[in-house]
């Protein structure tokens, strides 16, 4: 017992010094000598910057090896950043225009002369500038007409250059042009690092406990931000690296296993007994005219395993567009209504939960299961109906959009809650629909964009996943193909070919109207193009977007879906919710806009009936290297978690659709999603085994974690411990 109070009070110490620790990591940045408010605000407002802490883990975005000189002769344009030796001869100034003056220094060294040239701040940089001192500089070489130089290059006096504490590996940092204008450039971040470090110096509390370390070889907190600051070899760096992706990620899968594991342990869930199938039975035999897919048996086998356990489903279901996930849903609703329960599903759009009714009830068709449709477009009088037959008891199924979320809807008892593209709500916003019942309901959330499964495990670990990743037979795929904008002639002609055929097309542009900052098309000037091509009365247009009325966008879509026009104008409004067999050519005009994942939810429009379909890609003439990356995909490949991972390695996990819809803000420092995807798995697998031996982290080794995790969740309140 002795043993275990001294044992106890040694880590109430080690608690108490590392808050005492944090509290200096808490001031303000106007407090650190360098800064002051102006600089504070600068920082604040261009990179979100506030207090030490913040800076301390503004790490370089690059490190460059400074132990090389070049002669002056050695260079060329071609080179990277390079680093020179010498003196200044002397300074010219000269006038670009009325307000603007160009500085020239000429330095030389023993094997020549070349010209170093400012545009801001030349007055400072003539002051400061003495010919008889030797300088570093530091830059990238050019040539403007035949004359090399270096452009606003770093420059430091030579003895202050060898006494500074930066190893050979000099840290780049990223900074704005409105930063540079207030002088706050790479060298200067680099400079107040260097005094933050100096000032924090043995009072940087450690965030992972010693046996952790020792046990997975990780490098302490305070040597490592040196480290990452100021490395003293590519060795040390790479470990210093390692650790603060090793300990981002861990704790990422640490809190979400918790969540999942307390969910689990004290969130009873309705039973939902399959001794009761009947009329999901009758849906089976008597509505469904085909074998489901295996991917689709196994999902619901999931479920089915999920609502017979007693304790409350959160599940994240996966599928490509076409995959059947309604289908899905729909059994699992019905596993509900067999047992008595209500159930429920709701949709980004009116038109989406407009299909939904559509397909659901040709599903249920002479069942004994009354479903209704709740939108903001619902007549009072109906909806005062629907109210009280959802508050009785008297209809088992309801579809609807946000208007589900509003108070005076009232269930008798919910049992199933299906969210539709999850990601189009607010974490918010879908709580409050499962906190319509005392006992919570059970979760199924979907998406039709695929998500690459680092960043599924991530994002979404407090869940389980299910994954639809088949398609059901006789779809034929779409072909995709790119086309520039000068080969428009030839996709008219294509387009005039199909609709002779009886078929229907899309054509999306990025843009509403023409943009200043942006050299894309856009749809006021391609309905114009569109309108001469395809001219009245023999060719019909609908055009769809965000600036219209909903009734005005609904009878747009619905003349579309009505096949009385035969090309719908619109913009990304119809990535989701739009369901026109008919369709068979999409048309993405500035295809290099979007995103992979936007483009494969285009595509996905089309492709839904049993006629062959097409994409056509349509580009500006000359693409980036990274824009090409992305046409290329999608022309070469239909999968969309191959183009989901594509994308992730191309934007980032930073960019991907509904990553701050899951309940916190991926906020990773040094860990790339796209490349450690062995480390996420690593940290899960350890995460895992921790909680299995102390799952509420109250054994004094694991004191630092409990620590840890409070803070991670601190302002977040768990909405039902779901993403």
Not at 364 to 380: E, I, P, R
Not at 456 to 481: C, F, Q
Not at 548 to 556: I, R
Request: hydrophobic share 40%.
């Amino acid at each position: 017992m002795l043993y275990l109070k001294i044992i106890s009070i040694f880590f109430l110490f080690l608690w108490t010094d590392n808050l005492f620790k944090m509290a200096i990591l808490d001031n303000e940045l106007t407090y650190l000598p360098g800064v002051g408010p102006k600089r504070a605000e600068l920082l604040k407002n261009e990179l979100g910057l506030t207090t030490w802490n913040d800076l301390l883990y503004y790490f370089p975005y690059r490190y460059i090896d400074r132990s090389k000189f070049y002669n002056i002769n050695e260079l060329n344009k071609d080179l990277p950043y390079i680093q020179i030796k010498g003196k200044f001869t002397h300074l010219e100034t000269s006038n670009i225009s009325r307000n603007k003056k160009k500085l020239t220094g000429y330095f030389t060294d023993a094997t020549g002369v070349i010209e170093i040239v400012w545009f801001n701040a030349t007055n400072w940089i003539i002051s400061s500038i003495s010919r008889d001192k030797e300088y570093v500089l530091f830059g990238k070489p050019t040539l403007f007409g035949n004359r090399l130089n270096i452009v606003h290059p770093d420059i430091e006096e030579f003895t202050k250059w060898q006494k500074q504490l930066v190893s050979n590996l000099y840290p780049q940092y990223s900074t704005t042009e409105k930063l540079k204008t207030g002088y706050i450039n790479s060298k200067v971040i680099q400079k107040l690092c260097d005094t933050l470090l100096k000032q924090v110096k043995g009072q940087i509390p450690e965030t992972l406990p010693p046996w952790f370390r020792q046990k997975y070889n990780l490098k302490g907190l305070e040597e490592t931000l040196f480290e990452l600051h100021f490395p003293t070899d590519t060795q040390s760096l790479a470990k210093a690296q390692y650790r603060i992706k090793f300990e981002e990620l861990f704790y990422i899968q640490l809190n979400l296993m918790q969540l999942k594991l307390n969910r689990k342990q004290n969130t009873p869930g309705f039973i939902f007994d399959r001794k009761k199938d009947k009329i999901l039975k009758d849906c089976f035999f008597k509505n469904i005219k085909f074998k489901l897919t295996n991917a689709q048996t196994r999902v619901l086998r999931e479920i089915r395993k999920d609502v017979a356990s007693g304790k409350q489903m959160n599940r994240l279901l996966q599928g490509d567009v076409g995959s059947g996930k309604t289908l899905v849903a729909l059994l699992a609703m019905l596993m509900a209504v067999d047992n008595g329960y209500q159930a429920c599903i709701m949709a980004p759009t009116e038109i989406l939960a407009q299909q939904h009714l559509k397909s659901i009830s040709n599903f249920l068709k002479d069942l004994d299961v009354n479903v209704a449709l709740l939108t903001g477009s619902v007549k009072k009088k109906d909806r005062v109906k629907i109210h009280e037959d959802l508050e009785s008891g008297a209809l088992n199924i309801i579809i609807g959009t946000h208007a589900l979320l509003e108070d005076t809807v009232k269930f008798h008892n919910l049992g199933m809650v299906v969210i539709d593209e999850q990601h189009r709500f607010g974490v918010e916003q879908r709580a409050r629909l499962w906190a319509k019942n005392v006992k919570p309901p059970h979760i199924i959330v979907m998406t039709a964009t695929p998500i690459p499964r680092t960043l599924a495990m991530t994002l979404y670990g407090d869940l389980d996943i299910s994954v639809i990743d088949e398609l059901p037979p006789g779809r034929s795929k779409v072909i995709t193909r790119h086309f520039r904008d000068r080969d428009i002639l030839r996709v008219f002609g294509f387009i005039k070919k199909q609709i002779d055929q009886g078929r229907q097309i899309y054509v999306v542009f990025p843009l509403i109207s023409e943009s200043e900052n942006m050299d894309y098309k856009d749809l006021e000037d391609g309905l114009e193009g569109y309108s001469r091509a395809f001219p009245p009365p023999k060719y019909q247009i609908s055009v769809v977007h965000g600036r219209m009325k909903p009734a005005d966008k609904e009878f747009s879509m619905k003349m579309f879906v009505d096949k009385v026009t035969q090309i719908m104008i619109a913009t990304t409004v119809i990535e989701v919710g739009v369901d026109v067999p008919n369709a068979t050519v999409m048309i993405i005009q500035s295809a290099e806009r979007f995103g992979l994942s936007q483009l494969h939810q285009l595509r996905g429009r089309v492709g839904r009936g049993t006629a062959q379909s097409y994409c056509l890609l349509m580009t500006a003439d000359e693409l980036s290297e990274n824009a090409y990356d992305r046409i290329s995909t999608m022309v070469n490949s239909t999968d969309g978690f191959e183009i989901a991972e594509t994308d992730l390695r191309l934007r980032g996990p930073g960019n991907f659709e509904g990553t701050q819809q899951s309940g916190f803000t991926l906020d990773l420092k040094m860990a790339n999603l796209s490349q450690d995807g062995q480390l996420v798995q690593y940290v899960k697998d350890i995460a895992e085994e921790i909680l299995t031996n102390d799952p509420q982290l109250n054994r004094n080794e694991n004191a630092i974690f409990k620590i840890i995790i409070k803070q991670m969740n601190k302002g977040f309140e768990d909405f039902g411990s779901i993403s």
